[in-house]
């Protein structure tokens, strides 16, 4: 059983930072890609960052400059460290990856319960 927990929400005032962490745990053989979602009250789910296999990383234009995605391969974690924090940016924010347990090479979407980030002074 795989399971992701993410961890580091709270509440920040705006210009503040915060840094979120996501385990995966359980029968892991690979992880491909990694991700961060968020979904603000009333809108629908969008994707922050993403952390590829290889290394590279994508950034919504929104977060560019701000948020930094990054990754422990030998703690199956990811991260994503947030400065210059919005009240724009306030949401559950979700971590996602791909992840495979098999020998046959295929990964599985699995998604953590989210962790809540509030940014209000």
């Known amino acids: 059983q795989v399971q992701l927990m993410e961890s580091g929400g709270g509440l920040v005032q705006p210009g503040g930072s915060l840094r979120l962490s996501c385990v995966a745990s359980?029968?892991?053989?690979?992880?491909?890609?990694m991700r961060w979602y968020r979904q603000a009250p009333g809108k629908q789910r969008e994707l922050v960052a993403y952390s590829y296999s290889d290394g590279g990383t994508d950034y919504a234009d929104s977060v560019k400059g701000r948020f930094t995605i990054s990754r422990d391969n030998a703690k199956n974690t990811v991260y994503l460290q947030m400065n210059s924090l919005k009240a724009e940016d306030t949401a559950v924010y979700y971590c996602?990856?791909?992840?495979?347990?098999?020998?046959?090479?295929?990964?599985?979407?699995?998604w953590g319960q989210g962790t809540q980030v509030t940014v209000s002074s």
């Open positions: 359980g029968t892991i053989l690979r992880i491909n890609a």
């Open positions: 996602n990856a791909d992840i495979g347990w098999s020998f046959d090479g295929r990964t599985y979407d699995y």
